[in-house]
């Protein structure tokens, strides 16, 4: 059950967008498509944003978007604005009724 | 609306025991599994256990195995965690998550574990 690999941080400008990679195994990320994303602010519980890899729930706007090749999985954030800074964690089901997450990125809105 | 409410959090010695509650509200307990996550002081995200919706079975990250225990009463909407045999590392906010198509889609507002002496 080792942690997903996330970069610690990434950044980009207001109205740009951002990529996060999540990276696993084919016994986790290359194994299944179920890849979550969790968006925490500070002091907050974490907020579910994707889902399936990609699936969007209702409320969470579309410049979030979700993708996966092989063993790495993406969060997309485009048209960024300053309330998308705050951390962001991968998770991904890893069989036998285990689930791993990813270590989080810091995305810093610049 | 659709709620967890977790409580039971304290301080406690290492090697001590502490049990953990989640209240849920808002929606029908007995149709989704549940899970327990972790994050210790700074830390991220740690999956620690996974209920079936019936209760009939129970799953554990190896971190917690043979010390942890979870558990459900569906006639209370309520899910727990026995924690036996705390250690130093287990110190985090404790959060009760709803699972939706293997992914927590509801979080509670967490419980904080300290485990000191």
């Known amino acids: 059950q080792s942690a997903l690999t996330q970069p610690p941080s990434a950044s980009g400008s207001p109205g740009q967008s951002v990529t996060i990679s999540c990276t696993g195994t084919?016994?986790?990320?290359?194994?299944?498509?179920?890849v979550s994303w969790y968006q925490q602010h500070p002091g907050k519980a974490p907020k579910f944003m994707i889902y399936e890899v990609s699936k969007r729930p209702s409320g969470v706007p579309d410049r979030f978007s979700g993708s996966k090749s092989g063993n790495t999985a993406s969060l997309t954030v485009s048209g960024l604005q300053a309330d998308d800074e705050a951390d962001y964690y991968c998770?991904?089901?890893?069989?036998?009724?285990?689930?791993?997450f990813g270590g989080g990125t810091k995305l810093t809105v610049l | 609306q659709v709620q967890l409410v977790e409580s039971g959090g304290g301080v406690v010695q290492p090697g001590g025991s502490l049990r953990l509650s989640c209240a849920a509200s808002g929606f029908t307990f007995t149709g989704h599994g549940m899970h327990w996550v972790r994050q210790a002081p700074g830390k991220g995200l740690e999956w620690v256990a996974f209920i079936r919706s019936d209760g009939s079975g129970k799953y554990y990250a190896d971190s917690v195995k043979g010390r942890f225990t979870i558990s459900r009463d569906n006639s209370k909407n309520t899910l727990d965690l026995q924690m036996n045999s705390l250690r130093a590392e287990d110190t985090a906010l404790y959060y009760c998550?709803?699972?939706?198509?293997?992914?927590?889609?509801?979080w509670g507002q967490g419980t904080l574990v300290t485990v000191s002496s």
């Open positions: 998770n991904s089901y890893a069989g036998s009724d285990n689930w791993v």
């Open positions: 998550c709803r699972d939706y198509e293997w992914a927590f889609d509801i």
């Open positions: 084919s016994s986790d990320v290359g194994g299944y498509n179920y």
